[in-house]
């Protein structure tokens, strides 16, 4: 199986996934992984020292196997400002390459061309611009709130874009909340949510 959730910034919010917090992954087997949207503390690569944590690049498909009868389409895109970056330090505690270059939007645009903009699932850190809204108090966030985001404004181009009859679902995982913001998309942090069930439908 295939699990998806949201931001786990190491020890902070890994309870999670323990056996309290997830009881059902305490009997995962190597067939299975688990999706990381967004903070986790070539077109993949393996992290050294760990060869079951694989990290999918920035504007990519892949086809990962549920099972032995099927396998889904994945659109994994990482990045995102920081929520609160304002009370941070740049070089310290937020970077610069939180946002994507160019050459990223560029593969993303591209990843998606080839596939005639037809995937089963969208995994993105940040959200759509249209829903941002929902996911998250402005209130607490008005610097955000005060100015554009280039990649929640392309991320609501790639949405326009899709086709979405055959998209089962969109997950970010930027907002530390779990909720539907959509019919099919869904903001989660805490939640585990397995791929490949879910009807094309929504």
Not at 24 to 31: A, I, K, M, S
Not at 99 to 120: F, G, H
Request: aromatic letters at 10%; proline letters at 3%.
């Amino acid at each position: 199986m295939i699990y998806v959730t949201g931001d786990t910034h190491g020890a902070l919010h890994r309870e999670k996934l323990d056996a309290t917090g997830w009881p059902e992954g305490q009997t995962l087997t190597r067939d299975d992984c688990v999706v990381v949207c967004g903070d986790f503390g070539g077109p993949a690569h393996v992290i050294p020292g760990h060869p079951h944590v694989i990290h999918l690049m920035r504007g990519h498909v892949y086809d990962l196997p549920v099972n032995a009868a099927e396998t889904i389409s994945v659109l994994a895109m990482g990045g995102a400002r920081s929520t609160d970056r304002a009370w941070r330090v740049e070089g310290e505690s937020w970077w610069a390459r939180e946002m994507l270059s160019d050459k990223e939007y560029d593969r993303c645009t591209a990843s998606l061309a080839e596939r005639n903009w037809c995937v089963d699932y969208m995994l993105t850190h940040e959200l759509l611009a249209d829903l941002r809204m929902h996911a998250l108090d402005w209130r607490s966030y008005a610097e955000l709130a005060s100015g554009a985001d280039p990649l929640s404004n392309y991320l609501q181009w790639v949405y326009d874009t899709l086709n979405r009859e055959a998209l089962r679902m969109w997950y970010a995982g930027h907002y530390h909340v779990d909720k539907m913001v959509a019919e099919k998309v869904r903001v989660l942090f805490n939640d585990v949510v397995a791929l490949g069930h879910t009807s094309r439908r929504g």
